[in-house]
Structure formats: structure tokens, C-alpha cells
């Protein structure tokens, strides 16, 4: 007689029908009962630290498109990997993160490395955050868990594991589900959208970053040619939604009320779609919308349609209602489409020597990154010169934090080139970083040189948190302390990591070490000493 399954074989089996075969942690002592006797059809990504270990979960989730798995250790795991949890709510990423729980024998007494408060630590991070009552409830909770991951808005869950379940007789086999991953839009309201749009005089289209998350790229530019309006993306986005290089398009919007304001003056309808209304970050003082402009709305996260401060929104998935609206809208004829200056970049590049300007950097490299490479954003006061010589043309292929913190770009691009791995796609990861932003994760880049990942971290050596530096003039407050960064070798640093590196001159080696680094076989660490540069925050 065939005794029954235990708690660990049964979840195993059910995580390998969802297709969670991929795990990415950093192994405790309450976790090695669930990874005892792992499958050899599994997969364990190990990060030597846990906040790497989410974001590299991050990246791997965004680029399939498909949930993640995480397991972290206890409080002390998830405490280090909370930052990271930010990003991935921020940026509603579909995570599954687990963290193992002391024995429930001795949970009354707490014991050392005994989480007494587990389901409360994450929040308000995660979606949903759940102890299973008994041990046959883990399974369950796993497929509760991903129920809850991906449905809109997608985002992470939480499963606290006491390490004495997994050994527990299971009650049979788990039940499998499936869930809808989009939500269709109010028939009537959306009819009331459309006509709205129909009617409007000078309409202006923000896409953000939901639009290429639901992969409705194609969608939006056909939407935005029907209409013959300009287009911007939301401020700061963690990824591109419009060709930026199209004809139609005029840039991100500035980042403060005042600035919003003023960009939309001369519009009568703003037509906001997978993006905040709108995301503003800092403080600068103005009406919200300019006299005589309207605002419509379409997201799929009831979150956003609930914090907007100005507009009507309609709840639904970005993809769905711009594929309806492209047959709803009606569009004058006599309309005309914005005038886009053109501009003609030499491709004879003048010999600058380091440190370089940022602009020199970015310059230099557009005429040697490949086209379909993914371009992973880390170095903030140079997002204006990215923007302007590394345009997006291609679907899923920008990405950035959707928290505001640092520490998430390196391990992010670890989890994206993974990710491109399983899926079969072959392209190189193009990771700008700061200096100071790449000591938060750099643990990370040893999981890169393990798995000899295509990745080019071009890390700008400026010194300094320059962005910080720009906040402190904006905010008025001199003398702020720990804005400078002396003394790190980072070529040093990579090369311990076990990663190709090298340090440029000029602009000129810098074009050759790039080229170097896309024919090695694994990660490349490009330092490049830079100019310290202040971005403009109004």
C-alpha cells in the first residue's frame, strides 16, 4: 500500500503545474526543510543577500511576464529584502515570497529565529500575507497565493512556512486553479470615454507603464496615430510604453505639480492611460490641471483611479480598452499631427578624455549598444541624457524602479537577463548605474558571473550622489552631509566578484571595452569616470 504524500511533495507538485520550477533565495536554517530533496526539473538561483535575491526575482518576473518565486529566511531574510518588496509593489510584479517560520511546538515561547508577527512584517508591501493555520493548509495557500499574485493588480503575497509542515502527511493532491489576468472595462463608461475623446479639440495621450506591462505596445501607437495627438509617458516610469523616437512623441512629463500644470496648458483633454494621475515627486507648488483641461483615466489598479487628485477614471486592462477605443473614437480629418523637430546625430564622435560628461557616455555608446538590447536605469541625474541618446523603440525593454529607492538596478538586471534565458531570447542587458547606487546590490553581480550572464554594467563614476545634491538645492538646505562617495575601487570590487572589468580613458575606450564586453562570455563591469553633473528637478 502506497503511503501518502507529505505537505513538501504535494506543494512541489503543485508549484511545477503553475510552472514556478524557478526558485531565487539565499538558504536559512528554517528554509531547509522546504529545500530538502529539491527536483532536479527545479531550478535554485542563489544572491548572496536578500535584497538582491527579490529584485533578481523582479527582473526575472518582468522579463517572462509570468510570477516568481522567492523564499527568504525568517524575520532577518525579510528584513533585508523589504527595499526590494517596495519596488516590486510599486511596479506590480506578480511574486510569490515566502520565508521560513520556527516549529510551531515552540512558537508559544519564542524561540530564536521565531518570527511572532510574520504576516504583519511586510505590510502594506504585499497584496496579501498569510500562516497557514495548520500544515495541510500550505498547499492551498500556495495556490491562493498565486491566485492572488496575478490577478490585476498583479503584485506580490506572502507565505510565512513553520520549518516542522513540510514533513506533515498531505489531505491529497492540491487543487489547481486558474484566474483572469484582465479585467474588461464598464461597457457604458467606456462608450462615455470614447466620445469624450471623439469630441476633444487638442487632445494630449500619457501612456505609463502598465500599458507595456499588459503588452499593449502596439495597441498605443495604433491608438495614437488614429488619434493624431502627442504623447508623453509618465514621469519617472519603470518602463516605456511608446516608441520614443516616434513622430508623436514629446518626452516624460516633469515630475512636480507646477511642472505638470504648465506641460499641459493648451490642452483641453489629457488622456491617461496605465500611468498615476500623475506621479509627482518633489514638492513644488501649482493648481493640478491648467484652466479649461480635463483628465480621463484608464488603469487596471482601483488604487491609482482612487488617489487621482483631478479626472474620471475607468478601471480595466490598458490593453483591452486601447484596442476598443481604436474602433470607438472618431477622429477629424482635418486634424494635423505635432511638428517633431528631426535630429541628425554625427556619427564622427569628438575625443573626449575621463572623466567624461554623462552626455559623452551615452553619446558615445548609441552608436555601439545593440538595438534590441534591454536597457536597465539606475543612475538618475543622468536620465535626461539616456532618454535623449538611447531612445526605447521596442516593447519590454526598458526598466527601472517603480519605488524611487536605489539598490534595485544591478540584481534587476541579473533577473532580467535570467529571465530572457528561460524564455529562449537572446539579447544583451544594458545596465546604467551610479557609483553610489551600485554598492547597494552589488552582491548580485556574482549571481551574474555564476550563471555567465550577457550583462554590461556601465557603472558612472561621478563621486557623489549628485541627484541628492540637486534635492538640496531644490529644497534649500546646504551642508547636508554624506553626499560624497570617496575612495571606492570598483573595478576591484567586480573583478573579486568574478567579473570581467575594466576602467576607461576616454570616450574612444570606451567604445572598445563595450564592444569587448558584448563578444565575452558573461559580465562585464565598465568604470567610467565621469563629471559630476546636477539634473534639473523642476
Not at 529545500?35 to 518576473?61: C, H, I, K, R, W
Not at 529584502?81 to 519596488?87: D, F, I, P
Not at 503584485?155 to 512556512?161: A, E, N, Q, T, Y
Request: aromatic content about 8%; proline content about 9%; charged content about 15%.
Amino acid at each position: 500500500m502506497t503511503s501518502a504524500k507529505t505537505v513538501h511533495e504535494v506543494t512541489y507538485d503543485l508549484l511545477r503545474d503553475l510552472g514556478l520550477t524557478t526558485m531565487f533565495g539565499n538558504p536559512g536554517s528554517t528554509e531547509q526543510t522546504f529545500l530538502q530533496n529539491f527536483p532536479d526539473d527545479f531550478t535554485y538561483v542563489l544572491g548572496l543577500q536578500e535584497a538582491s535575491v527579490l529584485a533578481m526575482a523582479d527582473g526575472f518576473a518582468q522579463s517572462t511576464g509570468k510570477p516568481a518565486l522567492v523564499n527568504l529566511h525568517t524575520a532577518a531574510g525579510t528584513g533585508n529584502a523589504m527595499g526590494s518588496l517596495v519596488a516590486a509593489y510599486r511596479a506590480n510584479t506578480p511574486l510569490i515570497v515566502t520565508a521560513g517560520q520556527q516549529t510551531r511546538e515552540m512558537s508559544l515561547c519564542d524561540p530564536y529565529l521565531n518570527n511572532p508577527d510574520a504576516t504583519v512584517m511586510p505590510q502594506p508591501w504585499v497584496k496579501w500575507a498569510y500562516e497557514p493555520a495548520r500544515a495541510e493548509d500550505v498547499p492551498g495557500a500556495f495556490m491562493r497565493a498565486y491566485a492572488v499574485a496575478t490577478q490585476p493588480p498583479a503584485g506580490p503575497v506572502f507565505l510565512s512556512i513553520p520549518l516542522d509542515d513540510w514533513n506533515k502527511p498531505a489531505l491529497g493532491p492540491a487543487v489547481v486553479r486558474t484566474v483572469s489576468r484582465r479585467v474588461q472595462p464598464d461597457t457604458e463608461r467606456l462608450r462615455e470615454f470614447a466620445d469624450r475623446i471623439s469630441g476633444a479639440e487638442r487632445p494630449l495621450l500619457v501612456l505609463g507603464p502598465e500599458v507595456d506591462r499588459a503588452g499593449a505596445w502596439d495597441a498605443g501607437i495604433a491608438f495614437a496615430e488614429k488619434l493624431r495627438a502627442p504623447v508623453r509617458s509618465s514621469a519617472l516610469s519603470d518602463r516605456c510604453s511608446f516608441p520614443e523616437d516616434h513622430p508623436l512623441y514629446g518626452g516624460p512629463l516633469p515630475l512636480t505639480i507646477a511642472g505638470v500644470s504648465e506641460a499641459l496648458a493648451g490642452y483641453d483633454l489629457v488622456v491617461v492611460i496605465g500611468a498615476q494621475v500623475f506621479r509627482y515627486y518633489p514638492y513644488v507648488a501649482g493648481e493640478y490641471l491648467p484652466e479649461g483641461t480635463e483628465v480621463l483615466q484608464v488603469t487596471a489598479d482601483p488604487h491609482l483611479a482612487a488617489t487621482a487628485p483631478v479626472g474620471d477614471s475607468l478601471i480595466g486592462d490598458p490593453g483591452t480598452v486601447l484596442e476598443q477605443l481604436l474602433h470607438l473614437v472618431d477622429v477629424s480629418s482635418d486634424r494635423q499631427p505635432p511638428s517633431r523637430p528631426s535630429r541628425t546625430i554625427s556619427p564622427d564622435l569628438p575625443m573626449a578624455s575621463a572623466p567624461l560628461m554623462p552626455n559623452d557616455v551615452y553619446a558615445a555608446l548609441s552608436s555601439v549598444k545593440p538595438d534590441d538590447a534591454a536597457v536597465v536605469m539606475e543612475s538618475t541625474s543622468t536620465l535626461a541624457d539616456l532618454l535623449t541618446w538611447w531612445p526605447t523603440r521596442r516593447p519590454g525593454s526598458f526598466f527601472a524602479t517603480g519605488s524611487g529607492g536605489i539598490g534595485w538596478g544591478v540584481p534587476a538586471a541579473v533577473g532580467i537577463a535570467l529571465g530572457d534565458r528561460a524564455r529562449g531570447v537572446k539579447r544583451t542587458v544594458v545596465a546604467s548605474i551610479g557609483d553610489g547606487s551600485f554598492q547597494y546590490s552589488i552582491q548580485a553581480i556574482w549571481t551574474a558571473a555564476q550563471h555567465k550572464l550577457p550583462v554590461v554594467f556601465v557603472v558612472q563614476r561621478n563621486g557623489e550622489y549628485a541627484i541628492l545634491k540637486s534635492f538640496a538645492l531644490l529644497e534649500e538646505t546646504p551642508q547636508v552631509p554624506g553626499l560624497d562617495l570617496p575612495g571606492l575601487d570598483i573595478a576591484s570590487l567586480a573583478t573579486g566578484f568574478g567579473c570581467r572589468t575594466a576602467t576607461v580613458t576616454d570616450n574612444q575606450d570606451l567604445v572598445r571595452e563595450f564592444k569587448a564586453a558584448l563578444a565575452a562570455e558573461g559580465p562585464t563591469v565598465l568604470v567610467v569616470p565621469t563629471q559630476p553633473q546636477l539634473p534639473f528637478l523642476g
